[in-house]
T-cell receptor, first 112, second 115 residues
């Protein structure tokens, strides 16, 4: 089945450092999205990248997409303690774009 | 969190109880979703509604019964649940089902514990 898989499962960095998370998926997509979830709360949409885009920026976030490798990366630059959260990639299916398939997430800890 | 609200935020119920989860979106969206998030498992899509019509039932047991009386409200009626149904239940909405941008906006979730 189509599923996003994040790597690493957990990441611990010092405040100010950059954090990179990767996502791999299995089938063709229309777009890929990244979401953040603080512990026990709802998900917050961060950024969406379409299948014909290779890179996208939003503030301290940089997302890349390589459809030939079926992978994406999320880079958070100059991390802050408030960035501590779980990060999920979500892909859609080309035949039903509303069905988002979420990965298991990367738990990011930013130490002050 | 004012875009999509969910009540209650926490719910503890016995296996014989009947309860309902409520979701309301203030974004003028046409599509609404229920997801289940269990510990150490990916988020699972349960139901999808578009313009108050159910378009997806992702093999969810009948002890979960959704209701969408209008495009702003979504309910999840619960009865005779099992302990393994304990999870965080998330509601989401999006502008429409179709289209190139299907960003979904999530509520804060209801933490459900079934005893």
């Amino acid at each position: 089945s189509q599923q996003g898989e994040e790597d690493p499962q957990a990441l611990s960095i010092q405040e100010g450092e950059n954090a990179t998370m990767n996502c791999s998926y299995k089938t063709s997509i229309n777009n890929l999205q990244w979401y953040r979830q603080n512990s026990g709360r709802g998900l917050v949409h961060l950024i969406l990248i379409r299948s014909n885009e290779r890179e996208k920026h939003s503030g301290r976030l940089r997302v890349t997409l390589d459809t030939s490798k079926k992978s994406s990366s999320l880079l958070i630059t100059a991390s802050r303690a408030a960035d501590t959260a779980s990060y999920f990639c979500a892909t859609d299916a080309t035949d039903s774009s509303y069905k988002l398939i979420f990965g298991s997430g990367t738990r990011l800890l930013v130490r002050p | 969190e004012t875009g999509v609200t969910q009540t209650p935020r926490h719910l503890v119920m016995g296996m014989t109880n009947k309860k309902s989860l409520k979701c309301e979106q203030h974004l003028g969206h046409n599509a609404m979703y229920w997801y289940k998030q269990s510990a150490k498992k990916p988020l699972e899509l349960m139901f999808v509604y578009s313009l108050e019509e159910r378009v997806e039932n992702n093999s969810v047991p009948s002890r979960f019964s959704p209701e969408c009386p209008n495009s702003s409200h979504l309910f999840l009626h619960l009865h005779t649940l099992q302990p393994e149904d304990s999870a965080l239940y998330l509601c989401a909405s999006s502008q429409d089902l179709a289209g190139p941008y299907n960003e979904q906006f999530f509520g804060p979730g209801t933490r459900l514990t079934v005893l």
